[in-house]
């Protein structure tokens, strides 16, 4: 299927909705939405507009910390959240729809191997020309389908604490070696590129695997799939595009 996939959003239409959008209308296809507009109480922590992420510095096509996703997985998520709520949690989102653009920066940063100033806080033991073999980085994402989303469960009432991200952390250490977050504890970091990170590893202990398999039966509910190598990873199983990856600047 990823084959015949098609790539959505380049040329000139691209171009004219662009030159026509502003933050309040971001250029995006029919079908797509903000998820502030959606549900504007869900946390957002858009990790690639900045510097907190594996490559270290803000990524091709975040131009501003939106989340979009398609409607149906914006609204799918806003069921996530009145669920969330009842048992004292807030879903957090860290990334969502994802330009074809910024997946193609990966791929240029998985090709540079002197690059590697992130690799202590986020790939500590995976060889960077392992990344892709290993299942971490694709040269298609799910992400660009616009139903796939990265998200945790935070407590009501917390706040996302101050950080340096450049500070040395590591991704794997305990919950106060790691780069501060307002998460519950899920045993990593987000985006942390290590066997720990598996949804089930039963090596992260029980209140850990709790935590994740709570997240994972809250968002199966709404009709999400995790990727099981990635305890933050949810795509909504009836995705509204599943052979398109779209490529429109998150403005």
């Known amino acids: 299927m990823r084959m015949r996939a098609t790539l959505i959003g380049t040329g000139a239409a691209l171009l004219l909705t662009h030159c026509a959008g502003s933050i309040d209308a971001p250029a995006m296809p029919a079908g797509f939405s903000t998820l502030t507009r959606v549900d504007d109480s869900i946390e957002l922590d858009m990790r690639y507009v900045g510097n907190n992420n594996f490559v270290g510095r803000p990524i091709n096509g975040y131009l501003a910390p939106a989340c979009i996703l398609s409607t149906p ?12 709520n009842l048992q004292g949690y807030s879903l957090k989102v860290y990334d969502c729809f994802r330009p074809q653009r910024a997946v193609d920066h990966f791929v240029a940063w998985a090709a540079d191997a002197n690059d590697e100033k992130m690799k202590a806080a986020f790939y500590p033991d995976v060889p960077k020309d392992e990344l892709f073999s290993r299942g971490y980085i694709a040269e298609r994402s799910g992400h660009s389908r616009g139903s796939t989303v990265d998200l945790t469960l935070v407590r009501l009432g917390t706040l996302q604490p101050e950080a340096d991200p450049m500070a040395g952390y590591d991704c794997r250490a305990g919950e106060a070696q790691r780069f501060p977050d307002n998460s519950i504890d899920m045993g990593t970091s987000y985006d942390c590129f290590d066997a720990l990170s598996h949804t089930d590893n039963p090596e992260v202990g029980e209140e850990v695997l709790a935590n994740r398999h709570l997240l994972r039966e809250l968002m199966e509910a709404a009709g999400f799939v995790n990727y099981d190598q990635e305890w933050w990873h949810y795509t909504l199983r009836n995705e509204p595009f599943p052979d398109q990856y779209f490529d429109f600047p998150i403005q």
């Not at 997985?73 to 969330?84: D, F």
């Open 73 to 84: 997985a914006a609204n799918a998520l806003a069921q996530v959240q009145t669920q969330a």
